[in-house]
């Protein structure tokens, strides 16, 4: 069985990998989605650690 990396891998060479690559390089350039993306991983990890009451 492919280990998830392979398959990742293998997803990065395909035309539709490429072009998700490429949405994801343009969102990480743009401030607002990059204030986006730090906005959401920070409630996800008040959500974790409010659950194991850290």
């Known amino acids: 069985m492919a280990s998830l990396l392979h398959k990742l891998a ?10 998700a690559i ?9 401030p607002r989605r990059r204030a986006q993306a730090k906005s959401a991983v920070a409630k996800l ?10």
Not at 10 to 15: D, K, L, N, V, Y
């Open 45 to 54: 990890k008040a959500r974790v650690n409010g659950r194991r009451g850290y």
């Open 22 to 30: 490429q949405q994801a390089k343009e969102f990480a350039g743009d």
């Open 10 to 19: 293998r997803f990065a060479s395909t035309p539709q990998g490429r072009r």
